[in-house]
Nanobody
Framework: QVQLVESGGGLVQAGGSLRLSCAAS????????VAWFRQAPGKEREFVAA????????SYADSVKGRFTISRDNAKNTVSLEMSSLNPEDTAVYYC????????????????WGQGTQVTVSL
């Protein structure tokens, strides 16, 4: 079992930055691929970024490539999402998800989810 808790969301002006964190429980966290997804009101859940459980491989949605950076610290059981050059289209609830030996953009491959953290970008 893995429990995930996101933090770091908030209100930011367009062009600003935020850092989201995902804290995980479980001694085998290093065996889990982790991803961030987001969901805006009235829209479907959308892949944002993923990081592999081995080798540090990463994947990004085209809409955030070059602006967001995902990283992990297995010693601290945390995954972070650095977000910069934010725009109102980035407004959503951001979810951290984990799956054992998973590295994919497909949300249904991830078994564990956090409760989400709200990111609001104003003009």
């Amino acid at each position: 079992q893995v429990q995930l808790v996101e933090s770091g969301g908030g209100l930011v002006q367009a062009g600003g930055s935020l850092r989201l964190s995902c804290a995980a429980s479980g001694r085998t966290f290093s065996s889990y691929g982790v991803a961030w997804f987001r969901q805006a009101p009235g829209k479907e859940r959308e892949f944002v970024a993923a990081i592999s459980w081995i080798g540090g491989g990463t994947s990004y949605a085209d809409s955030v490539k070059g602006r967001f950076t995902i990283s992990r610290d297995n010693a601290k059981n945390t995954v972070s999402l650095e977000m910069s050059s934010l725009n109102p289209e980035d407004t959503a609830v951001y979810y951290c998800a984990a799956g054992r030996t998973v590295f994919t953009t497909s949300w249904d491959r991830y078994d564990y989810w956090g409760q989400g953290t709200q990111v609001t970008v104003s003009l």
